[in-house]
């Protein structure tokens, strides 16, 4: 099945640890998103991808970062800088940034910091 | 890109057609406008888009009037599973595709 996996589906993490949020997608898709979203809230850009090897920041990238070594895989990396970590991380991926085309997202990983 | 306003919530019976409005009166002419839907604590689920002409598919219609400030998604026969928030959103069709997702409608579904 084409897709795109997200795991762990729930993390926990101590205050001040960098974790990893692991994304892939086999829809040989070239362009990769990341999104943050808060209880009751919509969802805000973090970093976005349009070919490996290259991404932009969005919104909202202070404490984050990201890399794209792989068309597959995007993992994105919060860091200790990050004030409030704790939220629903989303990935997404498209088939490129110039047309009018759909994303796909996956499940989602929800990150926990205490 | 356009800021989009959306009912905050909306009911509709299971079996009716259910309109959801959505108003982007500051869309430029290049921006197309999408529908997404959120079933509480997956991910979005891209639903239709369109620019200027009413555009159909399996899941909905999606009518855009003449003027292109606003639109209507319509279920045309919603179930149970149709519960979800539903965002618009008006989104560049030139270079990245950043999705900007207010708060959506949360749109319940009636038995």
């Known amino acids: 099945d084409g897709g795109i996996t997200q795991s762990p589906k729930y993390l926990f993490r101590k205050e001040g640890q960098n974790v990893t949020l692991s994304c892939e997608q086999n829809?040989?898709?070239?362009?990769m998103y990341w999104y943050r979203q808060d209880p009751g809230q919509g969802l805000r850009l973090i970093y976005y991808?349009?070919?490996?090897?290259?991404?932009q920041k969005g919104d909202i990238a202070e404490g984050y970062s990201v890399s794209r070594e792989k068309k597959e895989s995007f993992p994105l990396t919060v860091t200790s800088a990050q004030k409030n970590p704790t939220a629903f991380y989303l990935c997404?991926?498209?088939?490129?940034?110039?047309?009018?085309?759909?994303?796909?997202f996956g499940p989602g990983t929800r990150l926990t910091v205490t | 890109d356009a800021k989009t306003t959306q009912p905050t919530s909306m009911d509709c019976a299971e079996g009716r057609a259910a309109n959801l409005p959505c108003n982007h009166s500051?869309?430029?002419?290049?921006?197309?406008v999408y529908w997404y839907r959120q079933i509480h604590s997956q991910g979005p689920q891209y639903i239709i888009h369109?620019?200027?002409n009413n555009e159909t598919n399996e899941m909905a219609s999606l009518i855009i009037t003449e003027d292109r400030k606003s639109s209507t998604l319509i279920l045309p026969h919603a179930t149970l599973r149709d519960t979800a928030v539903y965002y618009c959103?008006?989104?560049?069709?030139?270079?990245?595709?950043?999705?900007?997702f207010g708060q959506g409608t949360r749109l319940t579904i009636n038995p």
């Open positions: 959103i008006a989104n560049f069709i030139q270079g990245a595709q950043k999705l900007v």
């Open positions: 997404a991926s498209s088939m490129g940034l110039a047309g009018p085309y759909e994303q796909y």
């Open positions: 991808s349009q070919i490996v090897n290259d991404f």
């Open positions: 500051t869309i430029s002419g290049n921006e197309y």
């Open positions: 369109g620019l200027k």
């Open positions: 829809l040989n898709h070239d362009a």
